[in-house]
């Protein structure tokens, strides 16, 4: 197995849940200035159909599933939205407020929350948990709110890479 900060988007695509879950409770919590830019998206293992690498593979295959991946604002009150696509036809649907939250005794979590103004049920029922894997790379649950807990559906994954804005040349 590689190491985590050697890991790709589409070597976590080739993993399964168990071994998903391992890198989740290892990896750390991102602060709110690594996100920023636009990340491209990749669902990964999960409940149901999801368990199955082979129709996982299918389901998710990027040419057919219309979730990109997600962009982020450059605001202090950290917002994003997600990209959705079929073929060059793109378009932003689903935003969210990111957050970091503490509870008493336990590891600080990075909360994509979807419960805000302008979404509608059932959007305002899922939330995205994320951890840093390394520099540019995520590794997120997405959950459904039923009856008053929230309930992990799958993984996600996404490949976020910061614009350099200083331009050097060489003679």
Same mark, same amino acid.
């Given at each position: ?89 793109? &378009? ?6 990111? &957050?970091?939250?503490? &509870? ?68």
């Amino acid at each position: 197995m590689k190491k985590q900060s050697l890991l790709q988007l589409e070597d976590l695509a080739q993993k399964n849940c168990a071994e998903l879950n391992e890198l989740f409770a290892a990896a750390d919590t991102p602060r709110l200035a690594d996100f920023e830019g636009i990340a491209k998206g990749r669902f990964l293992a999960g409940k149901g159909l999801m368990r199955s690498k082979h129709l996982r593979n299918l389901i998710t295959h990027p040419k057919l599933w219309p979730w990109k991946g997600k962009a982020f604002t450059k605001s202090k009150s950290k917002q994003g939205i997600n990209r959705l696509g079929l073929g060059p036809v793109e &378009k932003t649907a689903m935003p969210f407020q990111v &957050k970091i939250e503490s &509870k008493k005794g336990q590891q600080k979590l990075c909360i994509f929350n979807y419960n805000i103004k302008g979404n509608h049920w059932p959007v305002t029922l899922c939330r995205d948990r994320v951890k840093k894997l390394h520099d540019g790379l995520f590794l997120g649950t997405f959950d459904i709110r039923w009856r008053k807990n929230y309930h992990f559906i799958l993984y996600f994954g996404m490949s976020l890479q910061k614009l350099n804005t200083k331009t050097t040349t060489r003679s």
